[in-house]
């Protein structure tokens, strides 16, 4: 069996990895951060290291000797982390960087899926703006989604109705000095309900976690730009058992297969981006990392531990692990950004009422864009904080987490209201269905 680990170093700084901490922490491992928030700092130690600077992380793992690290973010993975702490002997959770490719080219994704036949949408692919104009100027007037290849922090994807708006955006990703180095993609475009299963995996074993909604939209019923993620809730009633066990066998599996006879195994968490379409699930992206707000959603989830599923999927031994246990509640996640998000923030505004919500019964409060500044808490950008309640049903598990959202206040501060609103009201569908076939 492969010993829990003891002494952590989590690479990152969002509310992501303060999820990681705290649950780690709870499991009475020592938890370090780099370079780690406010909250990272109350339940750990915070080290002086940008998440992408890898030879001083190492330094650091060694300093320290931490005894697992774990990547948040998926900018050091596709800049190849996991390669450099193998190399130094360092034990380490997350793909390399040839399988970290998965998210840092939609290209390469879209490769694999075909490999695995994995249900996605049809595409077209691009070295450059010129030809993709052509391409879109040959074709009749159509919906289709337009994405940079390479990683563009959620700023590299238009969804667009028609012609005019595939090549505005294709104009957008000329324009931008560092997308429009990348290739293009041209996708055919769906409708559906949004859904994020993600899967810990050392290449061959699989554990599917629990279905998880996310609100990338920045405006209450999903309207307005793009965002890293406003909320989530999970499990979400959009995704039963019999549907979960069809995207395990359909998509997580010949994935993960795919990437393994492809050379690349993937060891880390695969994160699947699916929309729900009347044709069944299809694969819109895949990440290569936990997602946030879905992790500390998750992660409130958890009951068994964190440490040793780790720790052996970074041995490649996930197989001597217990099944995970997790709770039979809901978990809620509101994000509360700074005002301005995702365009510019300001920083340094005092955050008052974290005590109060964080001593509400069933709640975290994780901090994202935080830092101490004399002993006070201040929002340092966009997501500042995200707060995350369980219930034993989804409704109270939201009640809760408003509850404590309110207690939160900084200059300008906001969130969306609606988040697991889409979950209750499927809920609800289907019990109103269920009575109709009982009546
Ligand atoms: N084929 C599609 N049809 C309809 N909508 C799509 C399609 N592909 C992407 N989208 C929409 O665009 C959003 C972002 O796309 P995608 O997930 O591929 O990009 P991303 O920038 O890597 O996102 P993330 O920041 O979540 O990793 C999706 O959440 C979805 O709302
Ligand atoms: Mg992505």
Redesign the pocket.
């Known amino acids: 069996m492969v010993p829990a680990p003891r002494r952590v170093l989590i690479v990152g700084a969002g509310a992501r990895e303060h999820a990681l901490a705290w649950k780690l922490a709870t499991e009475g491992v020592e938890a370090f951060a780099a370079p780690g928030n406010a909250g990272t700092g109350q339940v750990g130690t915070n080290l002086d290291a940008a998440a992408t600077d890898i030879p001083r992380l190492v330094e650091l793992a060694r300093e320290h000797a931490v005894d697992l690290t774990v990547v948040g973010p998926e900018a050091p993975l596709v800049a190849g982390i996991t390669d450099a702490f193998t190399a130094a002997g360092l034990p380490i959770f997350g793909p390399s960087r040839a399988a970290a490719r998965i998210e840092g080219s939609k290209l390469f994704c879209k490769q694999i899926l075909r490999r695995g036949d994995v249900p996605t949408?049809l595409f077209e692919a691009f070295t450059g703006p010129a030809r993709a104009r052509e391409w879109i100027e040959a074709r009749e007037d159509m919906p289709v989604?337009v994405?940079a290849d390479g990683l563009?922090a959620?700023k590299?994807?238009f969804?667009c109705a028609d012609r005019g708006a595939a090549l505005a955006a294709i104009d957008a990703l000329a324009a931008d000095p560092v997308l429009s180095r990348g290739g293009i993609l041209i996708?055919?475009?769906?409708d559906g309900i949004?859904v994020s299963v993600m899967a810990i995996t050392d290449g061959r074993t699989i554990v599917t976690l629990p279905p998880v909604q996310d609100h990338?939209a920045a405006f209450d019923g999903d309207t307005g730009p793009?965002t890293?993620g406003m909320g989530a809730y999970a499990p979400t009633p959009f995704v039963d058992a019999a549907l979960l066990a069809d995207i395990e066998a359909r998509i997580l599996v010949p994935t993960v297969h795919a990437l393994r006879r492809g050379k690349v195994p993937f060891q880390g968490v695969l994160f699947a981006?699916l929309?729900l379409t009347p044709q069944g699930p299809k694969v819109?992206?895949f990440?290569a990392r936990f997602g946030d707000p879905e992790c500390q959603t998750l992660l409130c989830l958890l009951e068994s531990g964190l440490g040793p599923l780790l720790a052996a999927t970074a041995a490649r031994r996930l197989e001597e692990v217990e099944t995970p246990v997790w709770k039979r509640a809901a978990a809620v996640t509101v994000v509360i950004a700074s005002e301005g998000y995702p365009a510019a923030v300001q920083r340094g505004l005092p955050i008052r009422g974290l005590e109060a919500a964080a001593a509400l019964p069933s709640v975290q409060v994780f901090h994202g864009a935080t830092r101490s500044d004399g002993g006070r808490i201040v929002a340092d950008g966009g997501r500042a904080i995200a707060v995350t309640a369980t219930g034993d049903t989804l409704a109270r598990a939201k009640l809760q987490a408003y509850t404590a959202v309110r207690e939160i206040r900084w200059q300008g501060a906001w969130c969306r209201k609606d988040i697991a609103e889409k979950g209750l009201l499927e809920e609800h569908r289907r019990a109103a269905a269920a009575d109709g076939e009982g009546a």
Do not use: Q, S, W
């Not at 996708?187 to 769906?190: A, K, S, V």
């Open positions: 949408g989604v994405k563009a959620g590299g994807v969804v996708e055919e475009r769906f949004e990338k793009n890293g981006g929309m819109l992206e990440n």
